[in-house]
């Protein structure tokens, strides 16, 4: 029962669309973030409840394996792309998850029309790809401080250090 409640949080364009119609429908707020979320820790957790608590519903973009390589190097993912997004799928504030393959999501956020688009504190608002978009249709973009100390690349520098 859990399994499959948590399989029907991923997404493809088709579902994704049928969806946010129904969002829609009943005037939910939809957040939008994205990222690679390579391996999940506090600081994602941290983030992504916070952005989950700008609205009613969480869209999560996430970088397919070959888009995290091309932004992070060869080394990385080091977790496949069904497996992020299962695991960001199961998190009890986020209600949906779509790979995007390309350089930027603009594209996935033109289509997604979110509300709110949100991105970690180390950009400016107007700098973060799809603001165009969102504050054109009158929806707010905003930006999350990161908890210091918590990153994925911080996380695999440690494992490296400690074999």
Same mark, same amino acid.
């Given at each position: 029962m859990?399994h ?5 949080? !991923? ?12 969002? +829609?429908?009943n005037?939910?707020?939809v957040? /939008?973030?994205n @990222? ?10 941290? $983030?992504?409840?916070? =952005? =989950?608590? #700008?609205?009613?519903?969480?869209i999560?973009? &996430?970088?397919?394996? =070959?888009s &995290? ?5 060869p080394?990385? *993912?080091?977790q ?5 997004m299962?695991i960001?799928a ?5 209600? =949906?998850? !779509? #790979? /995007?393959?390309?350089q930027? *999501? $603009?594209?996935?956020i033109?289509f997604?029309q *979110?509300?709110?688009l &949100? +991105? @970690?504190?180390? $950009?400016? *608002?107007?700098? !973060? &790809? @799809? $603001?165009?978009?969102v504050?054109?249709?009158?929806g707010?973009v905003k930006?999350?401080? /990161?908890?210091?100390? /918590? ?7 440690? !494992?490296?250090?400690?074999?």
């Amino acid at each position: 029962m859990h399994h499959q409640y948590i399989s029907t949080k !991923i997404h493809n364009s088709k579902t994704l669309a049928e969806q946010l119609e129904k969002w +829609k429908q009943n005037n939910q707020k939809v957040v /939008f973030t994205n @990222g690679c979320f390579d391996i999940l820790h506090r600081g994602h957790v941290d $983030y992504l409840a916070k =952005a =989950a608590d #700008l609205g009613d519903k969480l869209i999560i973009g &996430v970088n397919t394996d =070959a888009s &995290v390589s091309k932004l992070k190097g060869p080394h990385r *993912p080091i977790q496949d792309e069904n497996s992020r997004m299962f695991i960001l799928a199961s998190m009890e504030c986020v209600d =949906a998850v !779509i #790979l /995007f393959d390309e350089q930027t *999501p $603009y594209e996935l956020i033109n289509f997604v029309q *979110p509300n709110v688009l &949100v +991105k @970690g504190s180390d $950009y400016k *608002p107007e700098n !973060i &790809v @799809g $603001y165009d978009i969102v504050i054109a249709k009158g929806g707010e973009v905003k930006t999350i401080d /990161f908890i210091p100390g /918590f990153s994925t690349s911080l996380i695999e520098q440690k !494992i490296k250090t400690t074999n």
